[in-house]
């Protein structure tokens, strides 16, 4: 055995390009097929324009809701007949909404492709939607939600979207919904929903897998013949923040030991052109082991577990949030310190060492997003949602491994604006508002946690 004591150097990254695919129009639908060699496990799905973003306002939480019925029962199957099928199969079905699209489909043995595909039609074309499967689905995701409201990281992150966001913009909760918005929903908005949203005309098939032998317009046209549902016109989701300047929203939990804090602001939307300088900056300050905030809060201070910050961008706009757990009597020190590292970050840029660092890890790890089929397919997904190009992942990771420190530090100066952060402290109010009161941050309001 040969022991070092020096670390490697890394290497030269190696060449890299997102997997070809193809685009075809099949019965009126569109398809995005991508062929793996010698991958026998694919995915068949829908990528459907029915995203959180474009949940009437004061029903928020139905897009969620809409994925999870289609499951639940067809015209021709129960929903324990529909798991047994997809069992049959040897296939795993998944459904979901994020702010942009609903998700759904299978992951499957090649060799089920056209069958999958056939059961994935069923259930987005015939799922019953019976009050029966609605009732359930809705008081299933009400008791997920106090679950999740129970984890400070879930409050707090529904106390951020409140108090970044004005009130009727449609991000000023989570994509989940929150307890009063999943309250006025009733089983006629859930169709309504699937109604308005989901059609042939709002959804792409994408297919991912070892494709030699699958007749791809085969399986188009079984997802796609036949299914006549018309979408109704989508207007753009009001997207609005509050008022410039800073503010402090601490949600009281009496008697916690710890609090979560968030310090952030609204950002902008995926589609800018300094993003990879911005979210390589983000890397620096939040995304890494070795991060400036992590540094500061756990290495320095030995205040938390681990200290992030990170931006997370939509197609219609997003947010810049740090975040760290910490004891509650470090409360506002471990405030002051990651608002600290923000407004150096915004006045000084990066150091051309942290460049290096983060070009580096960035670019190395970009093929490893991509190593799977479901990782392929979420890729498509994407390129899909945002109308990217289909030369869209390999001109990202050129620019990820030549962005300068010029655009970095320009983008640390557009993107953050520590003159108008907002902070969440998801903690003991007794133990914190009086000192959060004298410290800089903004006028300090208390809520209740469960409100």
């Given at each position: 055995m040969t022991l070092i004591n020096q670390r490697p150097e890394a290497g030269e990254?190696?060449?890299?390009?997102?997997?070809?695919?193809?685009?075809?129009?099949?019965?009126?639908?569109?398809?995005?097929?991508?062929?793996?060699?010698?991958?026998?496990?694919?995915?068949?799905?829908?990528?459907?324009?029915?995203?959180?973003?474009?949940e009437p306002i004061g029903r928020e939480g139905v897009a969620e809701l809409v994925a999870r019925a289609f499951s639940e029962g067809t015209a021709a199957k129960d929903a324990y007949e529909f798991g047994v099928a997809a069992e049959r199969l040897g296939a795993t079905w998944r459904a979901s909404s994020d702010w942009d699209s609903l998700r759904l489909g299978l992951e499957v043995p090649v060799g089920e492709l056209a069958a999958a595909s056939e059961l994935?039609?069923?259930?987005?074309?015939?799922?019953?939607?019976?009050?029966?499967?609605?009732?359930?689905v809705l008081d299933e995701r009400i008791d997920e939600l106090s679950l999740e409201r129970s984890q400070p990281a879930s409050r707090g992150a529904e106390a951020f979207a409140a108090a970044v966001f004005a009130d009727g913009s449609r991000y000023d909760c989570p994509?989940?919904?929150?307890?009063?918005?999943?309250?006025?929903?009733?089983?006629?908005?859930?169709?309504?929903?699937?109604?308005?949203?989901?059609?042939?005309?709002?959804?792409?098939?994408?297919?991912?897998?070892?494709?030699?032998?699958?007749?791809?317009?085969?399986?188009?046209?079984?997802?796609?013949?036949?299914?006549?549902?018309?979408?109704?016109?989508?207007?753009?989701?009001?997207?609005s923040p509050r008022a410039p300047g800073r503010r402090v929203v601490v949600v009281d939990r009496p008697g916690s030991v710890q609090s979560l804090v968030l310090v952030g602001h609204d950002g902008p939307p995926r589609a800018i052109e300094d993003y990879v300088p911005m979210t390589t900056m983000s890397l620096v300050l939040g995304g890494m082991f070795s991060s400036r905030l992590n540094l500061k809060i756990r290495e320095e201070k030995g205040y938390a577990y681990g200290a992030f910050g990170s931006f997370d961008t939509r197609k219609h706009g997003g947010v810049f949030a740090a975040r760290a757990a910490v004891q509650?009597?470090?409360?506002?020190?471990?405030?002051?310190?990651?608002?600290?590292?923000?407004?150096?970050?915004?006045?000084?840029?990066?150091?051309p060492a942290e460049l290096a660092q983060a070009t580096a890890y960035r670019s190395g790890v970009f093929?490893?997003?991509?190593?799977?089929?479901?990782?392929?397919?979420?890729?498509?997904?994407?390129?899909i949602v945002h109308g990217f190009a289909d030369d869209h992942f390999d001109k990202l990771r050129e620019q990820v491994m030549n962005v300068t420190l010029d655009a970095a530090n320009a983008a640390a100066a557009a993107r953050l604006r520590p003159e108008d952060l907002v902070t969440v402290v998801v903690g003991d109010a007794s133990s914190c508002a009086k000192d959060l009161e004298g410290a800089g941050l903004g006028p300090v309001t208390v809520v209740p946690d469960q409100q």
């Open positions: 990254p190696r060449s890299w390009r997102f997997p070809a695919f193809e685009r075809r129009t099949v019965a009126g639908g569109q398809l995005l097929a991508a062929h793996l060699p010698g991958r026998p496990l694919a995915v068949t799905s829908l990528v459907i324009d029915a995203g959180a973003a474009l994935m039609a069923e259930a987005v074309q015939t799922a019953t939607f019976d009050d029966d499967v609605l009732t359930r994509d989940g919904g929150d307890p009063s918005s999943l309250d006025r929903i009733e089983l006629a908005d859930i169709r309504a929903y699937r109604a308005a949203r989901v059609a042939r005309e709002t959804a792409t098939m994408v297919v991912v897998g070892d494709l030699e032998s699958v007749d791809l317009d085969e399986l188009g046209r079984l997802v796609f013949d036949g299914w006549d549902d018309k979408p109704d016109d989508a207007s753009p989701p009001v997207v509650s009597e470090v409360t506002v020190p471990a405030l002051l310190d990651m608002v600290g590292e923000v407004e150096r970050m915004r006045a000084d840029g990066l150091e093929p490893i997003n991509f190593a799977g089929v479901m990782a392929v397919g979420a890729g498509l997904g994407d390129i």
